[in-house]
């Protein structure tokens, strides 16, 4: 009696979650854009989804076809496709005179990463912003194994979780990374909530989801501070052009060091070969012939360094200007 039971629920289990899906699992991602949740546990992934050509065709004679290819069967404004594994399809529809009407993409959601790489600090989605004006960039690295596939972003959802939000997001023209713009952000409020981005990415018809959750005040990062030769020993550190006003407001604290370069192109700042010094004044003492590495954060928030900006007291140049003037006053 056990044992039947047992059986009957296993039997149970896998018409509730087995071949035949339910309807839930699957859902809009917006106009003409349907997904399918695949799960890749499972040998067999069969989902039913209804399409509809449109409202104004209804009683028509609808005929389909799935990838600007072979015609379907089904006819009718309102069919219903079986989607196996992740075999997804674009699924138009035309009226009987052969013009088309419609057209409904329909995505296969799995688990697997593939479509984005995962770097170390970074993770999939990696986002910055230069300043508290309420814009940021996310940047991605596109995976290795695309197999010459193009994969695109399909949508771009900006939210902060319980709020109305107002964010915008586009692609930027390099296809590498999106620019968000939060209409409401307030840089003298307390960020109370964080923005919850997702980006669906889309190869074939494939749909990866990726999405982060962070404040602005934790991903701001400066640019590179401006650094001012004064004259041979001093120097004056100005802020970057991007940062924002006033700067009483927004005050940046610089760290500094001093590296001795023999050649200028090999010449970098984040070699952790001598100990950085954080300072306040803006006019700092150099010492002759070293360079000097500067950057800044702001200094309220324990967000990123800005990258470092390196500056030496350029004395050959001098020297050569001192010979034309020389060569001036010999000709005079
Ligand atoms: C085409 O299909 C979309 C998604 O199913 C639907 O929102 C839209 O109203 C349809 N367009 C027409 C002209 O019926
Ligand atoms: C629908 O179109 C098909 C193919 O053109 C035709 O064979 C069929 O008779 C039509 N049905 C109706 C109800 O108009
Ligand atoms: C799907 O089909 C429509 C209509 O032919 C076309 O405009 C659209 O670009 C296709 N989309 C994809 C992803 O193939
Ligand atoms: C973030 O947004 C995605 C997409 O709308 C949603 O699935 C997810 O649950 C959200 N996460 C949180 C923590 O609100
Ligand atoms: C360089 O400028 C600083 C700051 O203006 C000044 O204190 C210093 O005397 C100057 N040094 C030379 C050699 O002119
Ligand atoms: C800032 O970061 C350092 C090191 O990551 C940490 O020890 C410190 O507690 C942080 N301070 C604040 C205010 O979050």
């Not at 044992?3 to 289990?13: A, K, M, R, W, Y």
């Not at 449109?54 to 290819?69: I, S």
């Not at 674009?90 to 995962?118: D, M, P």
């Not at 910055?128 to 959802?157: E, L, P």
Request: hydrophobic share 30%; proline share 3%.
């Amino acid at each position: 009696m056990f044992f039947l039971l047992f059986e009957s629920l296993l039997f149970l289990q896998f018409f509730a979650v087995g071949a035949i899906k339910i309807p839930e699992s699957y859902w809009t991602l917006k106009p003409n854009v349907l997904v399918v949740d695949v799960d890749t546990d499972k040998d067999v992934n069969m989902v039913e989804v209804p399409l509809i050509c449109g409202e104004a065709y209804e009683g028509e004679n609808v005929t389909w076809t799935k990838n600007q290819g072979e015609g379907l069967e089904a006819k009718g404004n309102k069919i219903t496709v079986t989607i196996e594994g992740w075999k997804g399809g674009n699924y138009s529809c035309f009226n009987t005179e052969g013009s088309y009407l419609n057209h409904s993409l329909v995505l296969a959601q799995w688990t697997f990463r593939k479509i984005i790489k995962n770097t170390p600090d970074k993770g999939y989605i990696h986002c910055s912003t230069n300043n508290y004006g309420g814009s940021f960039q996310c940047s991605w690295t596109w995976g290795a194994n695309r197999d010459g596939r193009v994969a695109v972003v399909a949508h771009i959802k900006a939210t902060r979780s319980h709020s109305e939000s107002n964010i915008n997001c586009h692609l930027d023209s390099s296809g590498q990374s999106i620019t968000c713009l939060d209409q409401d952000y307030c840089p003298y409020a307390e960020e109370v909530e964080r923005i919850n981005l997702t980006i669906y990415f889309r190869s074939n018809f494939v749909v990866e989801t990726y999405s982060t959750k962070f404040y602005i005040m934790d991903i701001v990062k400066p640019d590179m501070v401006v650094i001012n030769g004064i004259n041979q020993t001093s120097v004056e550190l100005g802020y970057p052009q991007s940062w924002s006003t006033p700067a009483s407001y927004f005050p940046l604290t610089f760290q500094v060091k001093e590296i001795r370069c023999r050649k200028r192109n090999k010449c970098d700042c984040s070699n952790p070969n001598s100990q950085e010094e954080i300072v306040k004044s803006h006019q700092l003492p150099v010492t002759k012939g070293m360079t000097v590495c500067v950057r800044a954060r702001d200094e309220f928030c324990n967000s990123s360094w800005s990258e470092w900006s390196q500056h030496k007291c350029n004395t050959r140049k001098n020297r050569r200007q001192r010979n034309r003037k020389n060569k001036l006053n010999k000709i005079f």
